[in-house]
T-cell receptor
Framework: ETGVTQTPRHLVMGMTNKKSLKCEQH?????MYWYKQSAKKPLELMFV???????ENNSVPSRFSPECPNSSHLFLHLHTLQPEDSALYLC?????????????FGQGTRLTVV | GQNIDQPTEMTATEGAIVQINCTYQ??????LFWYQQHAGEAPTFLSY????GLEEKGRFSSFLSRSKGYSYLLLKELQMKDSASYLC???????????FGAGTRLAVHP
């Protein structure tokens, strides 16, 4: 079992649909992240949650809405997306406050907006 | 602003040594990471530097100079399976924001 699990692995949605991406971490970490990875671009940090509180929102459009109900789960709610939102969405977790911790990534959700 | 620069692509020969450079300018610094990412897969952790100097881990080594905002990843005895993207990332800011460079795509040839 991987430490960070994302579902679904692949998602195709229309521009008027509403869908949610789910992330679950089994590592006991207290910080979780959403990243967007588009072709030939850096991994873009979207949101950071630390101790279930959103501490970073990197100018992400409101059509992306994160939710962190507890330290193990993170959701990304999607609505009225645009074709340019098609990308790989990666969830990660790490231990806040420990200088020597790395972030562990899930396998990602490949999102296609049609 | 935040800026992390890496070469876009590199090629090398099996059995050789390759050095991938990374320069960064960030608003804070709490450590630098190197990740490996194969196509279609999640990034996986390779190394971490928070103090200046060289960290060695088997065939992979990573170097950091905080005063120069510079790091490199050294891969020795290259194997075909080392063909992947290598991502440089900096922990920046009050909360551990992990900011990534665009990655260096390494192709290893026989």
């Amino acid at each position: 079992e991987t430490g960070v699990t994302q579902t679904p692995r692949h998602l195709v949605m229309g521009m008027t649909n509403k869908k949610s991406l789910k992330c679950e971490q089994h590592l006991g970490h207290n910080a979780m992240y959403w990243y967007k990875q588009s072709a030939k671009k850096p991994l873009e940090l979207m949101f950071v949650y630390s101790l279930e509180e959103r501490v970073e929102n990197n100018s992400v459009p409101s059509r992306f809405s994160p939710e962190c109900p507890n330290s193990s789960h993170l959701f990304l709610h999607l609505h009225t997306l645009q074709p340019e939102d098609s990308a790989l969405y990666l969830c990660a977790s790490s231990q806040e406050g420990d200088m020597n911790t790395e972030a562990f990534f899930g396998q990602g959700t490949r999102l296609t907006v049609v | 602003g935040q800026n992390i620069d890496q070469p876009t692509e590199m090629t090398a020969t099996e059995g050789a040594i390759v050095q991938i450079n990374c320069t960064y300018q960030t608003s804070g610094f709490n450590g630098l990471f190197w990740y490996q990412q194969h196509a279609g897969e999640a990034p996986t952790f390779l190394s971490y530097n928070v103090l200046d100097g060289l960290e060695e881990k088997g065939r992979f080594s990573s170097f950091l100079s905080r005063s120069k905002g510079y790091s490199y990843l050294l891969l020795k005895e290259l194997q075909m399976k080392d063909s992947a993207s290598y991502l440089c990332a900096v922990f920046s800011g009050g909360y551990n924001k992990l900011i990534f460079g665009a990655g260096t795509r390494l192709a290893v040839h026989p």
